[in-house]
Structures are given as C-alpha cells and as structure tokens.
C-alpha cells in the first residue's frame, strides 16, 4: 500500500524518424495556437511579432493589439522580471524551459496567464505559449475561503464546547451522561462523584444501576426505558447506593454522532423543613390582588385563588375547579393553545394582552404572564392575569393624524377583528399620504390628484370621508 511514488521527469521525442522532417508554415502556426490559449511570436528582444488566441474569454481583453509592442509593457511591473528572465533562458542553446505565471492588466482586474517561452530556430525568435489561469485563481479563492470557514467553525466548536465543559465541571447538580445502549456512564461531572463518594473518574465506564441501592435498581432501569419510549415521564425517587439518602433522578433523551444518550440529572430529596413556608405560600396566593391560576396540561383547572374567581364572574372556586381555562380566557380555541404552545417551546410568556370573559357576560381586558412547571403527574402552567381596563380607559387617545406604531397595531390584536385593524390602518396611510399630496402641491388639488393617481372626484370624496375638505382652498 505504501508505494514510493518516483519524482516526476520529462522525456522528449526518441524516434527521430517519426517526426516529420519540416513541416509546413500553416500546420506549425495551427499547432502552436491549439497548444495553449494564447501563443506569443517573439523577436530576440521580446517584441511581439504576432498573436493566436483559442481561449474566447481571452479575445475580449485586447491581445491583438499587443502585436508590435514589447512583451514587458503587456505585463504588470512586478511581472517584467520573469518576462526577461524567460526570453533570456529561452535564447540559452540547450537550456530547459519551464512554466512561469505572468499578470496582465485589464479593465476588470488582472489575467493571470502561465507562459513557456522556446526557441523557434536559429533565427532568435520565439514563441510564448500561455494558459490562462483565471479558473485555477477562482478555483483557489474558493478553497481558501472554504478553508477559512472551517477554521471559523472549528474556533467557534472550540469555544463552545469550552463553555459548555465549563458549566458541566462547576455545576453544583450531579449530572450523568449515560450511554442509552449499553447503560454504562460516559461522563459524570465532579458533584455525581460527591454525592456518591467516589474518587474522580470512578464512575465513568461503570452501569448506571450503581447508583441506586439494590432494591431500587430495577425501578431505575424501568424508568430510562420509559424516559426514551414516551415524554413527560415523571422524575423518579431513588434510595441512592451506600445508604446515602434518596435523591430524585430525571433523565431526558439526545443523539449525538448518531449514538443515543441520556443526560441524567440527580437532585437531592427535599427535606422537611424545605416545605415550612407552603402554608404561608398559600395564604399569599390566596391574598395576591392580580389573579392566578394553576392548570394541568390537558388545559383543565387545578386550583385559583380569589381574585381570579372574582375575575371570571364565579360564584366560588369550587366551580372553577376542574373546568377548562380557555371557558374564559381570550377568544376560544385559540388565544390559549397559542400561549401553551409558546409555554412548552420557551418556558413562559410575558404580559399577552387579551380578554377574560365572565361568567355572567362581561368582558375585561387583561395582560398574562405563564410559566411552565413540572408538577407530580408531569407538565402543569401557572398563569397570573392582570386587569388593564382601567390603564387603558385612562391612557390619552391616540389623534387621527398620527400614525400608530407597530406595538400600537399589534396591540389591537384579541381586541378588534384583523378586518377592523386592516381597514383603521389603511385609512390612517390614506389620510397621510393625502396630506403629504396637497402639502407637496400647496393645495392643489388637480395637482394632488395625478400625483397620488387617482381622479379629481375620488380625491374630493376621499378629503370629505377624512374631514380634509377644509385643509385646501382652491382647485388652481
């Protein structure tokens, strides 16, 4: 397999005979310009005698009109001491030529063309034979570039992953990179080593079950293959290996180089005393003046607390309890299911202004900020909705003549029809582009009329629907 490659030798013609003992003026003049896609006759002092083009490209750059000059001046001045250096070799008896790549000037940027330059007799003229390199150039722009582009890449790869082994070696919670497969650990980060008490790296290469005391392995072993077969697969408690307490174990699924992984995360047990403030968390909740609710995934209410059943116009909580959100909030089957979906893309929106109808008829708008939760029969959303009827009929009107902004127009969602926002827009540019007609024409409004391409009634009738009839004076 490892051959020696030989280096790589000229040879010439051996069988003299064979060649043809002289050949006529026509046939050599083809030959020569068929070699290469420009061919240069040369005087002996590099005065160029006659040109051949075959490369098409190459017509279009004035090479005719080289003949006559001297080859030196064709070229850029950084080129003119390999064009002496070829007509000196080339005039040596008996000396080798070889390929030498020289820049000619040209409207669109430079050509680069490699010429070998040979004695024609023994008269001292020569010839120049030229292959136009342009596409070997571009050819290796775009592997530079290329390869640029990788080491970019390959930079950015570097530093992320350097942030990344960064979080996993200072994280403060045990986290295990297991092998779906073979359920043996790939990785563990320094905090899985403490709380097992193992030496660093002791548990890498070892099964995952170690981590669990004897009787609870197989429950850990069920609860990955439930973790790759399903979602929302509840955390699992764990009586932890060498009597070292339970520990709640979740893992989530990921490929990586097409290998299937778990990353698997252990929290300690929450101790008792971690749950001395739920009553009073309660009564807060309870108390808290913007309504919340907690809803389950299937969207059905778990729990609310006073201000959201005074909002939603029930006669207690009871009668919440159970029933679906979307039965009051926003416009039905849409305005919730969009929020969910950002919940379970995102973790939580921010301040969605919509409506919350009442039991008894009413409307109110609102602004709602949700989070996602894992909850102990898996995902659960908390939504707190804040009243705003009261800031908006309070906050100034906005005057006709002013154009509203984005967040003003978005705004208008869930408050009016997308028809009725369309037709306030398209009025409000109307009306804006009149005035800049007539304020362009001073006033007049033939004037304005062909300038906004529209005829002299319809502009009068649109300066009477807009209230403009008394902005201009005269039709002159």
Known sequence: MNKQIAPARHSAFTRTDAVPAALDAGVAAGLLAAVGD???????????????????ELSHHGLDAWVG????????????????????????????????QVNHPAA?????????????????????????MRGAAQMQQRLLQAQQSLERDYIRLRQAETRYRLLFETASEPVLIVDAGTRRIREANPAAHRLLG????????????????????????AYLGAVEAADDVPALSLDLAGDRGNATVSARPFRQARAPLLLVRIADAAPADRHRHDGTLSDVVERMPDAFVLIDRNLEILTANAA?????????????????????????????ELMVAQLREHGQVRNVATILRGSAGGEEAIEVSAVLAPGPSGECFGFT???????????????????????????????MSLKDIVRESTDLIERLCIEAALAYTAD???????ILGVSRQSLYSKLHRHGLGNLVSSDD
């Open 108 to 132: 669109g940027g430079d050509v680069p063309i490699r010429y070998l330059v040979m004695a024609l007799g023994s008269d001292g003229r020569l010839v120049a034979i030229g292959r136009d």
């Open 38 to 56: 420009v061919a240069l006759i040369l005087s002996g002092e590099g005065r160029i005698l006659d040109v051949a083009v075959s490369n098409g």
């Open 69 to 100: 000059e001297a080859w030196a001046e064709t070229v850029t001045p950084e080129s003119r001491t390999k064009v002496a250096e070829m007509i000196a070799d080339a005039a040596v008896p008996g000396s080798t030529a070889r390929w030498r």
């Open 308 to 336: 959201f059943v005074d909002l939603a116009e029930a006669p207690s909580a009871e009668r919440v309890v159970g029933a679906r959100l979307g039965h009051w909030l926003g416009r039905p089957g849409i305005d919730l």
């Open 198 to 221: 193992v030496a660093e790296g002791a548990l890498v290469g070892e099964p995952i079950h170690i981590l669990a005391a004897p009787v609870a392995r197989d429950s850990l072993v």
């Open 444 to 450: 007049n409004r033939a004037s304005a009329a062909e």
């Open 385 to 415: 909705l804040r009243s705003v009827g009261r800031r908006l009929r309070d906050a100034p009107a906005i005057p006709r003549d002013l154009p509203r902004s984005v967040e003003q127009l978005t705004g208008l969602v869930g408050r």
